[in-house]
């Protein structure tokens, strides 16, 4: 219930000034500094919850105290606290990956927003919407020492949607307390899940008391029956006449094309399938586009591109790219000699490293490929062209089987198609950078029926073992496995604590070379380049730790396998018993390279001899 003021345009404070003058037992509504907190605080997490928000991480701390308690208080949003405000915020970031749907993220003031910058980058470079809650000190405490106090203005500079700072809330108007608020978290909502989505920064200062009196907190009910303060309907632009004539003409004139997705395509699977069968032209799709199924997807062409005549006999004529670019830098090279490339993203952003593009699209990349499928006809020489990589597809899959096959010996290539081809239908899988991803990428089959997640926005391993169970939280209730190097696990392992305790089903498939492999692709590996003792020491890394002892220190069960043909099997097993599950498989680092060279020799072999 509202109670009438001497002036509607008082704010909490001033009211408490009136009550002390004598007008105590006229007033019912709470009028001091932890009363206007926490109603605040419930109004904006009420807010959050109309919108859509029901998943939050807190990291422990004081000045966050009345968003921490609100968000404790909603029965419809699920809470998780973690230690770490680096896993925190991985935590965040793999929920609102996995569910498509804003997370709120919350700390305390000081250091502690500054952890989750990583994030917040990931998140601004790979859409994913996150609502950042830091808590601060008050504007008398800035900037005269105050314990706990940096200036968190813009804190994550350019990198989010909408940064907004609303005043601690006892200096808000009473009887503007109930639109100001609730404005504020229904923008929030609405900024992160914009086009392109992305994090929102929400910095909110809150003096003390940090706890409420235990007084009625002031009614602010918001919208009736249940709806949010504020909407606003995404739908992304339809492709005008005028392009999808265009890029018919374009695709008519170049039978020798490409269809080509990374992470972000914006299309589902049907659509690319329709398009590619429409056009006759073979599908190029990263795993992590989610569109590596189907007729025409090829999944080796990784390898195929490194056989010299393969690529120059397969050039394209045209290129149309959905979402972020292939992992492969060979495929990337290629495509870049293409005559001409269609880059089409549903957002408007130029993902282009290479400049290759030739002609920009910003609309509906589902509705533009659908609309041109429903007027092509295949012509003879695309149909030729389509047999062709998919007679390369089979020769290379069949080399690159073979070759895994001829040995038992752990190697990653194998590792990583095998991980893929065992899960279940309705898995979600969660790709580590570094190594992982690119293993993937080159020797994963074509595979429906599982979701693709990885943080490839700045590409980091931070806080990667906290995205795996995040997604785990936020996802479908399928079973979750996150396939990681050894460096990638450790620089995450706080995101273990506590990890038993939150229901979640979680299966770590944790390749431990002993350091960073990756680097040994690179011309530091390179004896020559760099002499072994320093490549050891500054990118080799080895860490010469039991991970297992790790695992163990959480209560986390630990699978090791010590064959190739093992692991299918076992991370089968540990993802469909439930809960979290290590598996823990150790390779050579020094074969690493080798392993991959045979292979990619075993494919040009079998594409010369064919």
Known sequence: MRTPFA?????????????????????????????????????????LVR??????????????????????AEARMKVNVLLDERSAAGFALGAARASGRPSVLCCTSGTAAAHFHWAVLEAHHGRVPLIVCTADRPPELQGIGAGQTIDQTRLYGDAVRWFHDPGPPDDCPVADADATWRDVAARSVLAATGSPQGPVHLNLPFREPLVPSGAPLLDTPGRPDGAPWLAAPLAAPAPDAATVTALVDAVRAAPRGVLVAGWGSGVT???????????????????????????AAISTYDALL?????AQGHRPDLVVRLGAPLTSKVAGQWLSQADATWLVDRDGVWLDPDRAATE????????????????????PSSAAWLAEWTGAERLARDAIDDACAATDDLFEGRIARDVVASLAAGSTLVVASSMPVRDVESFAAPRAGVMFLANRGVNGIDGFVSTVLGAAAGGDGGPVVGLLGDLCFLHDTNGLLGALDRGLDATFVVVDNDGGAIFSFLPQGKPEVVDTAHFEELFGTPHGLDLAAVAAVH?????????????GAAVHAAATTGGVQMVLVHTDRLQNVPRHQAIWDAVRTALVSS
């Open 7 to 47: 002036s509607p345009s008082e704010t909490f404070s001033e009211c408490v000034r009136s009550v002390d003058v004598g007008r105590r037992a006229a007033v019912s509504i709470p009028i001091d500094v932890g009363d206007a907190n926490a109603s605040f605080a419930r109004a904006f997490v009420d807010e």
């Open 51 to 72: 919108g859509g928000v029901t998943e939050a991480v807190v990291a422990p701390g004081s000045r966050s105290t009345p968003l921490a308690l609100a968000l404790a």
């Open 269 to 295: 699977p049907e659509v690319a399938a329709r398009f590619a069968s429409a056009a006759g032209w073979p599908v190029l799709a990263d795993p992590i586009s989610g569109l590596r199924e189907g007729p």
């Open 306 to 310: 490194r056989v010299p005549e393969f």
């Open 360 to 379: 920009r699209v910003h609309t509906d990349p589902a509705a533009l490929l659908d609309a041109v499928a429903s007027v092509l006809d295949v012509p």
């Open 555 to 567: 209560g986390i069960p630990c699978t090791v396998v010590e064959r190739a043909s093992e692991v």
